[in-house]
């Protein structure tokens, strides 16, 4: 059973297109995270949503729109499409606890604009 | 500047041989989580650590914690193959409820 899941796992596009990702998490989680990995593997939070409230968005265009329709979801928006924005994707849920921010993440999108 | 630096930045090491990665913050880790990535695949969890001085060890992968809580090394005894990858280390913040990670070490095991 895939707990945190993520599509398409591949993606390309052209510069100016508008394209979607999409996430989901099977663990009951309560928050999750949008994370883009660059070319040279550095990995960054983009978005948290906990209970489909946007906690956390860590200066990023708004280009960028996450939409989370429920606890289980949490989307990603892209408008207008940039050559910098070529990168991985990953989605991640966790339990919000303050023991722990052990956090569960899907397999990536790798999302290529030409 | 990164507020957490890992090194090496890559690893080669002959299968069966001892290695260590580092994992340094520039300020006090509320919590340390090592994940590991492989080519194509999401992070998986390894291990937490939040008590200065906690030592942490699953199979043949031990991670400890300094005890100032700014420093923390990944250790894997007799490497294998299925070591390979690529580890990073990510700090909570407190009360932030995200993660900040390194830029990752790349370790290639031999044969």
């Known amino acids: 059973d895939t707990a945190v899941s993520q599509t398409p796992k591949y993606l390309v596009t052209q510069m100016g297109n508008d394209k979607s990702i999409k996430c989901e998490q099977n663990?009951?989680?309560?928050?999750m995270y949008w994370y883009k990995q660059d070319s040279k593997k550095f990995l960054k939070i983009m978005f948290s949503?906990?209970?489909?409230?946007?906690?956390i968005n860590e200066t990023v265009p708004n280009r960028f729109s996450p939409k989370s329709p429920d606890k289980a979801h949490l989307n990603l928006h892209i408008n207008s499409l940039e050559l910098g924005d070529s990168a991985v994707y990953f989605c991640?849920?966790?339990?919000?606890?303050?023991?722990?921010?052990?956090?569960?993440f899907g397999p990536g999108t790798r999302l290529t604009v030409t | 500047s990164q507020e957490l630096e890992q090194s090496p930045q890559s690893l080669i090491v002959q299968e069966g041989k001892n290695l260590t990665i580092n994992c340094t913050s520039s300020?006090?880790?509320?919590?340390l989580y090592w994940y590991k990535q492989k080519y194509g695949e999401g992070l998986i969890f390894l291990m937490m650590l939040q008590k200065g001085g906690e030592e942490k060890s699953h199979e043949k992968i031990t991670a400890k914690l300094d005890e100032k809580k700014q420093q923390s090394s990944l250790h894997i005894t007799a490497s294998q193959p299925s070591h390979a990858g690529i580890y990073l280390c990510g700090a909570d913040r407190g009360g932030a409820q995200k993660l900040v990670f390194g830029q990752g070490t790349r370790l290639t095991i031999n044969p």
């Open positions: 663990l009951g989680h309560d928050t």
């Open positions: 991640a849920s966790s339990q919000a606890d303050r023991r722990s921010y052990e956090q569960y």
């Open positions: 949503y906990n209970n489909k409230e946007l906690i």
């Open positions: 300020k006090t880790l509320y919590g």
